[in-house]
């Protein structure tokens, strides 16, 4: 079965960076756009970045362009998210999820459960 397992969150001071992998499992990684979302608490899921089946074509939402990267090594089938300069507002539990160029996987069994950061001084 699908499973995804994210890894790599913690308690950083604002300013601090943190390095968030997902290793997937029970799919074809290398045919799958791969997403990460996250979810603050007691606000909506915000799409965070995306990235295309090859690594070469990627995009961000407007509050983490140019602090955040992501990358995959479909060797690993895994998808990492390097996140810089981060800021109280980044705080929230992070998902990765597969999905295509449009859109992610809504059916919430297909996600990891998540790996929190905070960041807080």
């Known amino acids: 079965q699908v499973q995804l397992v994210e890894s790599g969150g913690g308690l950083v001071q604002p300013g601090g960076s943190l390095r968030l992998s997902c290793v997937a499992s029970?799919?074809?990684?290398?045919?799958?756009?791969m997403y990460w979302l996250r979810q603050a608490p007691g606000k909506g899921l915000e799409w965070v970045s995306k990235?295309?089946?090859?690594?070469?074509?990627?995009y961000y939402g407007d509050s983490v362009k140019g602090r955040f990267i992501i990358s995959r090594d479909n060797g690993k089938n895994t998808v990492y998210l390097q996140m810089n300069s981060l800021k109280p507002e980044d705080t929230a539990l992070y998902y990765c999820?597969?999905?295509?160029?449009?859109?992610?996987?809504?059916?919430?069994?297909?996600w990891g459960q998540g790996t929190q950061v905070t960041v807080s001084s």
């Open positions: 990235i295309n089946t090859g690594g070469g074509t990627y």
């Open positions: 029970g799919f074809t990684f290398s045919d799958y756009w």
């Open positions: 999820v597969p999905g295509d160029g449009a859109s992610y996987v809504k059916r919430r069994d297909y």
